[in-house]
């Protein structure tokens, strides 16, 4: 059974900073890994999704990276801003196309 | 291109009754699945539907199921609802139900059940 753990639960920091949120997977075997953002209260919106045969994946101040072998992946941000404040969920879509997410990220980025 | 739509925004239910959640895919998606989202848990898969038909389900007892309609939009039904059922549950849509695709999530239905 597919187990996504992310780390840190929480995390404040100062504006500006570039951040790290990673997330582990035990099984290796998975199709794609994909990196949502979710407001409190609110849907999921995807940010990343990386394939497996890929290594890593960029959007803006956003690169999301993936290490199969190791079963992990980070987020980086960069250069963070108050409306980064959100949570951030990881999700691994394994060999029976159901994806399995951690439990996410709580970012808050203060002025 | 629409967004991908969910109703009631809010609901709260008794123990023992039984509900109804809708979702309206995003025009061109085939592919809908259902999440449970309990408080500051991640997104638990309910079950997917591909043109009509399940074609996958998560953990979840049968009183959990679930209509996916010509028009892609689908409904989540669940009887005898428990507290335990309390929690926001998300629907999101593909345009094709295999493994490489984006999915797109609403903005959830939050249902509480007294």
């Known amino acids: 059974k597919q187990e996504v753990t992310q780390i840190p639960a929480a995390l404040s920091v100062p504006e500006g900073e570039n951040l790290v949120l990673n997330c582990s997977f035990t099984?290796?075997?998975?199709?794609?890994l994909q990196w949502f953002r979710q407001d409190p209260g609110k849907g999921l919106t995807s940010l990343l999704l990386?394939?497996?045969?890929?290594r890593e994946q960029t959007s803006g101040r956003l690169n999301a990276s993936l290490d199969k072998s190791s079963g992990r992946s980070t987020l980086y941000i960069a250069a963070s801003q108050p409306g980064d404040s959100a949570t951030y969920l990881c999700?691994?879509?394994?060999?029976?196309?159901?994806?399995?997410f951690g439990r996410g990220t709580s970012l808050i980025v203060h002025p | 291109e629409t967004g991908v739509t969910q109703s009631p925004t809010h609901l709260i239910k008794t123990r023992g009754q039984q509900v109804t959640l809708r979702c309206s895919s995003q025009?061109?998606?085939?592919?809908v699945s259902w999440y449970q989202q309990a408080l500051g848990q991640g997104p638990q898969f309910i079950f997917q539907?591909?043109?009509?038909?399940?074609?996958g389900r998560g953990n979840f007892p049968p009183r959990f199921s679930g209509l996916q309609f010509p028009n892609y939009s689908s409904e989540l039904n669940v009887n005898a609802l428990e507290l335990d059922d309390s929690a926001l549950y998300l629907c999101?849509?593909?345009?094709?139900?295999?493994?490489?695709?984006?999915?797109?999530f609403g903005p959830g239905t939050r249902l509480l059940v007294l």
């Open positions: 999101a849509s593909s345009p094709v139900s295999e493994s490489g695709e984006t999915q797109y």
């Open positions: 099984d290796s075997a998975i199709y794609n």
């Open positions: 990386i394939q497996s045969s890929q």
């Open positions: 999700a691994v879509k394994g060999g029976s196309y159901i994806p399995t």
């Open positions: 025009s061109g998606h085939n592919t």
């Open positions: 539907y591909y043109r009509e038909e399940e074609n």
